[in-house]
């Protein structure tokens, strides 16, 4: 059974900090990009960071490039999501999904009919 779960969400104010942890099981680690999305209230969901753990490839969002770092450690088939000098722009529901590579070459990396397998969300508000 595939398995993403999300943990690490929380409250916390603008300028802090959050890990977000991604913990996968049921599939190959090295045949899937792990991506993290966010869907705010109202708003539709969007890319934030992916990662290939086969090689290392990241991307990231704009708006969260220098901020957050994306990292993987593939023993544990976990994807962290390292989230600094949050906004209130940043709250959000965060997901992490997967998604076979070739599928993301195909279609995107930040596209989310890229990726599979999906995690239950994580909340993180961000309060000014």
């Known amino acids: 059974e595939v398995q993403l779960v999300e943990s690490g969400g929380g409250l916390v104010q603008a300028g802090g900090s959050l890990r977000l942890s991604c913990a996968a099981s049921?599939?190959?680690?090295?045949?899937?990009?792990i991506g993290w999305f966010r869907q705010a209230a109202g708003k539709e969901r969007e890319g934030v960071s992916c990662?290939?753990?086969?090689?290392?490839?990241?991307y990231y969002l704009d708006s969260v490039k220098g901020r957050f770092t994306i990292s993987s450690d593939n023993a544990k088939n976990t994807v962290y999501l390292q989230m600094n000098s949050l906004k209130p722009e940043d709250t959000a529901v965060y997901y992490c999904?997967?998604?076979?590579?070739?599928?993301?070459?195909?279609?995107?990396?930040?596209?989310?009919?890229?990726?599979?397998?999906w995690g239950q969300g994580t909340q993180v508000t961000v309060s000014s």
């Open positions: 999904a997967a998604g076979l590579i070739t599928a993301i070459q195909a279609m995107g990396v930040s596209n989310s009919a890229s990726y599979y397998y």
């Open positions: 049921g599939f190959t680690f090295d045949d899937y990009a």
């Open positions: 990662i290939r753990s086969s090689d290392g490839m990241t």
